[in-house]
């Protein structure tokens, strides 16, 4: 019975985890995508954000 609740949260944290990644993805891509358009100043506050997403981790 402990051994399925370890397992249990360790499969929420797993799942946490990968929607925390691909928080970060989407955040990059965006960024990216914000440099490509010549708005620096919005980039960098991106760049900030996903600085600190990847601290989060």
Known sequence: M???MVYLQ????TVSHLL???QTLTVL???LVM????????G???QNMTLT???LL
């Open 29 to 31: 891509i965006g960024s």
């Open 2 to 4: 402990a051994m399925a």
């Open 53 to 55: 997403m990847f601290m």
């Open 44 to 46: 960098r506050c991106q």
């Open 35 to 42: 440099v490509k358009a010549k708005e620096p100043k919005f």
């Open 10 to 13: 360790l499969t929420l944290l």
């Open 20 to 22: 925390v990644l691909m």
